[in-house]
């Protein structure tokens, strides 16, 4: 039978481990955003939650890694703690599932800082989490982003909003001014957009498709104070 993942251009091992993570063909986010990923686009890809949007960047971002160079080559980041947690295991898990030889790392705020300093001398080459964060990190001279090539911003609606705007340009001016830009939301306001013009006029990807319903997940939630949510 076709793999429908390869059909997107991706290599096999990214292709099969779709299949092993229980995926059986793209999402339409994903057949319209993953080739124009892959030839090197500058994409805002908008469609619901619930359709596919982190595997619609993770996996063209995994694909462009140079897994013999030790510098980071591709960050992403999201508006807050969770999401950026969130992010990150989906990537573990597509890397391992793929057996690539891709080392990735979540820096978050409110994590210990000294652990996450250790953890970069493992020298990722894919960083998820916050810009606070990542600039900390470049300010201490622990996180080196001159190499990067691709930069994704998850929820940018939020991540370009009058809160977080200017992190995410700080970080930007870290990084090459020749660099890939990925933009993935569930909404694309008009001031979201017009901000999102200093990220090279990204080409908008749009996707009416309903968010598939899963009744295997079970819902929970857990009401902790701030200070204890990321332990929690």
Known sequence: MTNKFSELGLQAELAEAMEKLGYTEPTEIQKAAVPKALAGGNLAGQAPTGTGKTLAYLLPLVQGIHSESSHVQAVVLA?????????AGELTKLIEAAGLPVRSQALIGGANITRQIDKLKKKPQIVVGSAGRMLELSRKGKLHLQQVQLLV??????LLDDQNQQG????????????????FSA???????????FLASPEVVQVKEAASV????ENLYVIAPFRDKIET
Do not use: S
């Open 79 to 87: 508006p807050t703690y969770e999401l950026a947690m969130q992010i």
């Open 168 to 183: 995410v340009a700080d970080i930007v001016r870290l990084l090459p001014q020749q660099r890939q830009v990925l933009l």
């Open 187 to 197: 909404t694309a306001p008009k001031k979201a957009m017009e901000r999102a013009g």
């Open 153 to 158: 911003l998850d929820e940018f609606d939020r």
């Open 214 to 217: 899963m009744p295997a997940i």
